[in-house]
Structures are given as structure tokens and as C-alpha cells.
């Protein structure tokens, strides 16, 4: 028993179990390692444009104010591509454009009451949330075929200060004890579909990376 228990903590002190790994780079770093800080800039730049660009696919539920769009995956694809730092740059730059009034919100909405007095601003800010954390964990070792994980995560850091801000102020909408089922259960589906694309479209991005490293060793 002794000589099991033993065995065991040695196991133990080499490979310490870890929810997060060492620190990796981000896929855009894999794929493109030679970029400079201004290449770096206008990659981030261009999934701001993704991102407005998707932001113009929308439907809406029947008495639903808040529109079902593809701005979920774009987001989940900023974190999962940018990693980090830069996945954070380009969503605050796409939050700042917005709010000096360039129409890069859904619809090509802008201004200071977009991001102040609607009831979407609660989805921004959650945007603002989901990316990083996307970002971070995919440089933590939850990449590849694990990134499904933290862009499902990333989702629920979506949800949350979207219904924060549905909860605190008064849009008339949703109706009292409607919070969940009009603020996110309607969502969910299409959500899920948009996480599963983002995540083999980022997934696809670390295999080509993957193989070109495989073809340099």
C-alpha cells in the first residue's frame, strides 16, 4: 500500500493535474508568426468588419425586440483566432467605433444610446466578456479539439450581463417572470449551432497550422 501511495505522489509532483496548461500562442500567431504589430492590427481590424458584417444577418421572433443574428459566432472567432490581447483590442475597438457612432452594431446601429439605453447594449457588453475569456483559455491549452469548451463558456459569459442588464432597468420588455424564457432561452439553439461552427472553423485553422509545423520539422 505503501509502495501504491508512493508511486501515486510521484505521478502526482510531475504531472500535477491543471484545468489550465502552460501558455500557448494564439492561433493567429501560429498562422501567421512573422506578422508585424500593424499587420496584427488590421487582422484584428478585419474581424471587426467579420463582426459588423454579421451583425447585418438578423431576424427577429415574434415579439422579441432583441434579434437572433450570426454575431455570436463572430465573436466566439475573434477569441478563438486572436487569443487574448489582441481578441481584446478588436472587440473594444468595435465597441468604441460603435459608440462614436460609426454603424457597426447589429443593423448598423451606433451612438452613445445604443450602448446606453437598449435593450441589446446588456448583449454588447457581454461581447466585451466572451471574447478575452475565449481568447485566454484558447492560449491555456483549450485549443484545438477542446475549443468547443471555451467558446461554450464564453457563450454563457454572453447571457449573463445581457440579463444583468434586462434585470436593472426598465425596457418594458420582458414582462415580469420572462427574464429566461424571452431573454435566452429563444437564443439557445441557433447558439449552439453558431458555437459548433466557430469551433470547426478555428478548429481547421489549428490543423492547417498543425500541418505546417509538421512540414517544417
Avoid: C
Avoid at 461552427?197 to 509538421?214: E, N, P, Q
Amino acid at each position: 500500500m505503501f509502495q501504491v501511495a508512493a508511486r501515486i505522489e510521484s505521478v502526482v509532483e510531475k504531472r500535477p493535474f491543471a484545468l489550465l496548461g502552460e501558455y500557448q500562442r494564439s492561433l493567429m500567431d501560429e498562422l501567421f508568426p512573422a506578422a508585424t504589430t500593424l499587420q496584427r492590427v488590421a487582422i484584428s481590424l478585419l474581424f471587426v468588419g467579420i463582426l459588423t458584417g454579421l451583425g447585418r444577418a438578423t431576424f427577429y421572433l415574434p415579439g422579441n425586440p432583441v434579434p437572433i443574428t450570426f454575431q455570436t459566432a463572430g465573436v466566439l472567432l475573434m477569441g478563438g483566432f486572436l487569443g487574448l490581447r489582441w481578441g481584446l483590442f478588436a472587440i473594444l475597438a468595435y465597441y468604441f467605433l460603435g459608440m462614436a457612432g460609426v454603424g457597426v452594431f447589429k443593423d448598423g446601429g451606433n451612438g452613445w444610446h445604443y450602448v446606453s439605453g437598449t435593450v441589446t447594449a446588456g448583449y454588447i457588453i457581454g461581447f466585451i466578456a466572451a471574447v478575452p475569456l475565449v481568447g485566454y483559455l484558447s492560449q491555456r491549452g483549450w485549443n484545438r479539439g477542446r475549443i468547443l469548451w471555451p467558446m461554450l463558456l464564453g457563450n454563457l459569459f454572453i447571457y449573463v450581463p445581457a440579463l444583468l442588464w434586462l434585470s436593472a432597468f426598465d425596457f418594458g420588455w420582458p414582462a415580469e417572470g420572462e427574464l429566461f424564457s424571452a431573454g435566452m432561452y429563444p437564443f439557445i439553439p441557433g447558439d449552439l449551432v453558431k458555437l459548433m461552427i466557430a469551433s470547426l472553423v478555428v478548429g481547421g485553422g489549428w490543423a492547417i497550422a498543425d500541418k505546417r509545423r509538421a512540414g517544417k520539422d
